[in-house]
């Protein structure tokens, strides 16, 4: 185990509707990164936070948002659900600094169904 | 532009034979780091390496070796005596612009047949 929570594990929404993920980083983790896998392919860079700002962002649209918390949990925040935007959301904590990367170590995941 | 090529989808192989995964990447960063990961049906993606562009020393970790040339731009992973508990997705991924961006590969399905 990797000490990185993740809810809900899984959920269902509809199109149009907005949907809050969760996550909580493992102890004395700093950086938390967001990314989404559709099924059969590899993880897709959402963002990344670092003590509470972002400082990385992939190719996702703005109604992909984020949050870090003072205890360095965080939220990923899909606005406007589309049906591509069904996939498992991995989150990922890690010890880093401005210039340096730390091991990421993932939760398990939540699989979110747009119908 | 930043990208990781794993070009082998699907590897099989009896119990006990050696395989090799390979990642090939681009990158125009003089500083990025390069990881394993395996994930198995269960989901969870577990940390296998981390590599520095600055250290090319190859690993060897028990039955898991990594071989890093800048040369090629190539990070492989070599099981050695593969079991079949080593059946997962494997992904190779870059960390790039001081750590403010990913990309992983598409990954490679490895069977390990009994």
């Known amino acids: 185990e990797t000490g990185v929570t993740q809810s809900p594990t899984h959920l269902i929404k509809t199109r149009g509707q907005q949907v809050t993920l969760r996550c909580s980083s493992q102890s004395g983790h700093n950086t938390v990164s967001w990314y989404q896998q559709a099924l059969g392919q590899g993880p897709q860079f959402i963002f990344q936070?670092?003590?509470?700002?972002?400082?990385g962002r992939g190719n996702f649209p703005p109604r992909f948002s984020g949050l870090q918390f003072p205890n360095y949990s965080s939220e990923l925040n899909v606005n406007a659900l589309e049906l591509d935007d069904s996939a498992l959301y991995l989150c990922?904590?890690?010890?880093?600094?401005?210039?340096?990367?730390?091991?990421?170590?993932f939760g398990e995941g939540s699989r979110l169904t747009v119908l | 532009a930043q990208k990781v090529t794993q070009a082998q989808t699907e590897i099989s192989v009896v119990e006990k034979e050696d395989v090799t995964l390979d990642c090939v990447y681009e990158?125009?960063?003089?500083?990025?780091?390069l990881f394993w990961y395996k994930q198995p049906p269960s989901g969870e993606l577990v940390f296998l390496i981390r590599r520095n562009s600055f250290d090319e020393q190859n690993e060897i970790s028990g039955r898991y070796s990594w071989n890093f040339q800048k040369s090629t731009s190539s990070f492989n992973f070599t099981i050695t005596a593969s079991q079949v508990v080593d059946s997962a997705v494997y992904f190779c991924a870059l960390s790039y612009n001081y750590g403010q961006n990913f990309v992983f590969g598409p990954g490679t399905r490895l069977s390990v047949l009994p």
């Open positions: 990158t125009r960063d003089t500083t990025y780091y």
């Open positions: 936070y670092y003590r509470e700002e972002e400082n």
């Open positions: 990922a904590s890690s010890l880093g600094s401005l210039l340096a990367v730390g091991e990421l170590f």
